[in-house]
């Protein structure tokens, strides 16, 4: 029983050595390809782990080849290849730089197209959620409208305005988010000054329906909460946030909660009104009903992707073109 427990110890100790000399052997040979200076089993390696999807070692061999095929043939493919690799290793900014000297040093290449794409794209994957540093949001929206009237023509054009739409989109809810921010805080003033500086700064922001609707509460709340003495002009401010709102937007989804403000404040300045009924509806029950609706429309708008086979997730893009093959 012993022997046999022995004999079982030395086959799996026996195995596991086997495994762990395979390892080092292969990393062996791919180190040694690495360090070589044939370039022609180089080249044929780095495409064999371009092709098996062993990007991190392709872009290695790509990078060491850079050197040794400077002014030849090759030049052009190793170093759109070496590129292609950090971008399929999600290694989006060592990408970008390698497609940057691309494009410069070969302008004409048929990889030059496809090269100032996919850096735009490197750009976008670098940047950052809205709550942090936009800086590369700003640089890669400058990029992708410079790319997009050098080359109108180009099949990436809805590409690039899809990362467009996102990005400043992005823009859009920080700066909203950060004026409302104040309206958290309950400082009224500041609120609706900020919210109308988002407004002045960009008339466009896709959050401009919130942006209106928090400047007519800010200026309702900060009314109501003044003292008896100033809430008459107070509630006129009021008055003209929420004409201003319904003349814009006269079937949001705020209309309801506000045309309940604007009985209340009309009440308020002693004009007469008919609030029965609504008088002791709160915010809080807007607010609930407003989840039930965004809930609604989201489940609407999930439902309407599904059926036209709209991905949400964007994967990184990969179109080859032809020059792979011949120049094997």
């Not at 195995?15 to 180089?42: G, I, P, T």
């Not at 976008?124 to 700003?138: A, G, H, I, M, N």
């Not at 509630?235 to 705020?254: A, H, M, Q």
């Amino acid at each position: 029983m012993i022997i046999k427990m022995t004999m079982n110890k030395v086959r799996l100790m026996a195995m596991a050595f086997f495994a762990v000399s395979l390892a080092v052997s292969c990393k062996s040979q791919y180190e040694m390809l690495l360090n070589s200076n044939d370039a022609e089993a180089k080249y044929k390696m780095a495409l064999q782990y371009f092709e098996e999807e062993k990007y991190p070692k392709a872009a290695s061999l790509f990078e060491s080849l850079s050197v040794m095929t400077s002014g030849t043939e090759r030049d052009d493919t190793v170093q759109f290849y070496w590129g292609l690799s950090n971008y399929r290793s999600k290694d989006y900014y060592t990408a970008e730089t390698n497609f940057s000297k691309f494009i410069e040093n070969f302008p004409r290449s048929p990889f030059a197209a496809q090269a100032s794409f996919l850096r735009l794209d490197c750009l976008y994957r670098s940047t950052y959620r809205y709550e942090l540093d936009q800086t590369p949001t700003r640089v890669a929206i400058a990029a992708i409208n410079e790319f997009m009237i050098d080359s109108p023509d180009s099949p990436d054009i809805e590409k690039c305005n899809e990362m467009l739409e996102d990005l400043n989109g992005r823009l859009d809810q920080k700066a909203y988010e950060a004026a409302r921010l104040y309206y958290k805080m309950e400082d009224y003033i500041a609120s609706r000054v900020a919210l109308r500086n988002v407004l002045k700064e960009n008339s466009d922001n896709i959050y401009r329906e919130d942006i209106l609707y928090y400047i007519a509460m800010s200026s309702y709340k900060y009314a109501y909460l003044s003292v008896h003495s100033k809430q008459k002009d107070r509630y006129l401010t009021f008055i003209d946030d929420y004409l201003n709102f319904i003349g814009e937007l006269p079937d949001s989804k705020y209309r309801r909660e506000l045309d309940i403000l604007y009985k209340r404040a009309q009440k308020a300045l002693g004009r007469p009104v008919d609030i029965s009924l609504i008088d002791d509806v709160d915010e809080k029950y807007f607010v609930k009903e407003r989840k039930k609706l965004d809930k609604e429309t989201r489940r609407m708008e999930k439902q309407k992707k599904e059926e036209t086979g709209v991905k949400k997730e964007r994967k990184p893009f990969f179109r080859l073109d032809s020059k792979l093959n011949e120049t094997r």
